[in-house]
């Protein structure tokens, strides 16, 4: 999938120095480049919810050797928008840009998946121990070598703002006694990390946005391949926060999508489900990284 002229433009804006909104991110290929540069620290994450949350650079260097770590093309961000915009075509013109004919900026699959802790536990990986915590992660090729705490339970986010930021943990109901907690984001979540998933014996738990489309990603991506060893996470104050700060307009806009229709298996979902087309709203998960009296 080659990078397009306009992922690019909002590269160059975070490398000029302004701050970006995070809902200007909203393609598959957008998010999985955010997951990317959060994850290396090539870009910081401020504010709450996607519409309301920031995106910036904090070291520029840093930001153009990550971008460049995703896909080489990045490592020159005009060079990259002449070739996005259909401005080089010929192979002298990449190789002068470039110093290679073949190169087409298309995204490389990033191999293996990244995985964290909300506390300091040890995990076994390829026959040795290493400690992760809520800073330093684990790098995952080999999904099969993986050997987790049998106490640990799974949570995958769908958001990479909360794959950093876990003040979440206890805003949604889990408490300290029922971790540790291994934090594992959604984008980009591979084969391998979906393998993993499958295989993994401990308990999985899905935090996701409170939305129609958040909803049917969770059914058609992790449900049906996991079946009884997922579940969604449904926190108790969910109606008060979107009566107090819902989005109405995404509500709206996945309507129009088609995902009206979207139903699912199990009971309380179908009840949340229910209670987004009876406030014609929806709520993104970034919203629990504070508390429902700061909302």
């Not at 790098?139 to 705490?149: D, E, K, N, T, Y």
């Not at 970034?286 to 009296?293: A, D, I, Q, T």
């Amino acid at each position: 999938m080659s990078l397009t002229i306009k992922t690019v433009r909002l590269l160059q804006r975070l490398q000029d120095g302004e701050i970006v909104n995070a809902g200007e991110f909203a393609s598959v290929q957008q998010k999985e480049l955010v997951a990317f540069l959060l994850q290396w620290r090539g870009i910081t994450f401020k504010g709450v919810g996607k519409s309301r949350g920031r995106y910036f650079v904090a070291d520029k260097a840093l930001f153009q050797e990550i971008c460049s770590q995703y896909d080489p093309v990045l490592k020159d961000l005009e060079a990259a928008a002449r070739l996005a915009s259909g401005e080089v075509k010929t192979r002298s013109e990449k190789v002068a840009l470039f110093g290679n004919s073949k190169q087409d900026g298309a995204n490389k699959s990033i191999k293996g998946f990244t995985i964290l802790a909300d506390r300091e536990i040890a995990i076994g990986y390829l026959g040795r121990e290493y400690l992760i915590n809520s800073l330093t992660g684990l790098h995952i090729v080999a999904w099969h070598s993986i050997i987790l705490p049998p106490e640990a339970t799974v949570v995958i986010v769908e958001n990479a703002e909360c794959l950093y930021d876990l003040r979440w943990i206890p805003n949604v109901g889990l408490k300290v006694k029922d971790g540790p907690f291994v934090i594992l984001c959604r984008f980009p979540v591979c084969e391998q990390a979906k393998r993993w998933l499958e295989t993994v014996p401990n308990r999985i738990l899905y935090f996701g946005d409170f939305d129609l489309a958040g909803i049917r990603i969770y059914e058609n991506e992790f449900k049906k391949r996991l079946r009884g060893k997922i579940s969604f996470i449904i926190p108790d104050d969910l109606e008060k926060r979107i009566r107090r700060r819902g989005n109405t307009e995404l509500y709206a806009k996945q309507v129009n999508d088609g995902f009206a229709s979207v139903s699912c298996q199990s009971s309380e979902l179908n009840d949340l489900v229910a209670l987004l087309h009876n406030l014609q709203s929806s709520y993104e998960q970034e919203g629990y990284c504070v508390s429902l009296k700061e909302v």
